[in-house]
Structures are given as C-alpha cells and as structure tokens.
C-alpha cells in the first residue's frame, strides 16, 4: 500500500498571512499523524513565505517518521539538510513568482548541477528524490545522475477532466512502470486530492503519495485529523479491492 505524505506548507501559508504564532505547522503535523499520515513533507523556499527554518529544527526533532524536506538545489539549501538531515530531500523547481510548483524539474538541462547536489546529500547519508514530469528521458536521466527515488508530478493530471485526464493518467502510468522497472523507488504527488487520488493508489508498484493542499483545505473545515484518516481511507479501499 502507497504510504501518504502530508504536505503541511499551507498551515503556515495561513500563519504567515499575520506573521503570527498560529496556525503552527508541527502541531498540525502532529495531528496528521495522529489521523494516519506516513509522513511529513515541507518545503522550505528561498523567500520563505510559508514554512521557516524553526519550523524545520522543530520538526526534525518530533517527527517519529518520514520528514521529507522539499528544496530547490541551491548552495544554501543543501547546507540546511546537511545540517538537519531529514529522512529524504526531494528536489523541486523554484520560482519566486510562481504560487505553487508548476512543473517537473528539467531534469536533462540542470543534469551536471542537479548530479552535484545529489551526491553532496547522499554523501551525509540523506536518500534524494527528483520532482520530475512524467517523462521516461528525465526518468532514465533521474537514474543516471545517481537519483535514489523520483516522484511524479501529477499536476497535469489532477488540472484535467475526461478524455485528457484520462491521456494523462496514461502518461503516469507508463512514467511509473518504467521508473519502476530501471530500479528506481517511485512516488507521485501534486494536485491529488479527495476525486482524483483512487486512479494513482491503484497504480501498481507505487511506492507513496504526497498531498498537501486538498488535505489542509479540508481540515480547515472537518480538522486535520478527520481529513487526513479520509485520505487514508480512500486509499486503502484501492489496496483492499486489489488485496
């Protein structure tokens, strides 16, 4: 069964907004594993609107399990997870601009930089993952540049409806098969929410999900807790139907 990732950025996203105490992103956390969460994923951006470096320090020290740090390849964040050393680093494109990641890494053009970086948080024993497109050239490029994991981006996927989601969902498939058969441990995550996530549990071999937004947007109304232990559900209905 996929493990979940919970995405917590948007917690402090709502902090932020004051510059004040609260909402705290580790005590939402804490919730989200009470309701079942795998894991916890955070992504410290360069401006820092949303999740800051206590946030980080404080997770790494409460997190019984998965602390996956999201970053950009930079010099100053590859510092940061040498010096928390979170469970694994995923990789991610970063604009300052952008509201939210938009697309995979290009993966072929940053090949040098991004194997660099790779073998500098592999080297103080941090598994690394690529936030890629579903694409099997950045996939087999992910494999050569000494990758552990990728996860692909689903964002396409979870914008469209019928026949082009349907399209989409096809591209993942065959990303995560091909992924999965030249070694390479793979996830999935970006846009999934409550409707769409059934189609990428049910995807043989993959091995989590990562989702944040569709996740807090429900817990502002039902509570972390509650909207998380409905994600689980979702997907362990998949792992019992096929089980």
Same mark, same amino acid.
Do not use: T
């Given at each position: 069964m996929p493990i979940l990732g919970v995405n917590v950025d948007h917690v402090a996203t709502i902090r932020q907004a004051r510059r004040t105490f609260e909402p705290d992103p580790v005590m939402a956390a804490t919730l989200a594993i009470l309701g079942g969460a795998d894991g916890i994923t955070v992504h410290l951006r360069e401006d820092r609107r949303h999740i800051q470096d206590r946030d980080l320090k404080i997770l790494r020290e409460v997190v019984p399990c998965e602390l996956n740090l999201e970053m950009a390849a930079t010099e100053e964040m590859i510092n940061i997870a040498l010096s928390i &050393?979170?469970?694994?680093?995923t990789l991610v494109p970063e604009k300052r601009q952008e509201l939210t990641t938009e697309g995979g890494l290009n993966v072929t053009e940053l090949k040098n930089s991004l194997k660099e970086s790779i073998k500098r948080i592999k080297d103080a024993g941090i598994p690394v993952s690529l936030f890629i497109n579903p694409s099997r050239a950045d996939?087999?490029?992910? &494999?050569?540049i000494g990758a552990d994991m990728v996860e692909i981006h689903t964002g396409y996927y979870s914008e469209t409806k019928g026949e082009i989601q349907l399209k989409e969902l096809n591209r993942i498939k065959d990303a995560i098969a091909f992924s999965i058969g030249i070694g390479l441990k793979t996830n +999935? $995550?970006?846009g999934l929410n409550y409707y769409n996530v059934k189609p990428i549990a049910e995807i043989q071999g993959i091995r989590g999900l990562y989702? $944040?937004?569709?996740?807090? +947007?429900? +817990?502002v109304l039902v509570g972390i807790e509650k909207a998380v232990r409905e994600m689980k559900k979702l997907i362990d209905e998949v792992y019992n139907k096929k089980y």
């Open positions: &050393k979170p469970d694994m680093v996939i087999e490029c992910s &494999k050569e +999935a $995550g970006h989702i $944040g937004h569709s996740i807090i +947007a429900r +817990a």
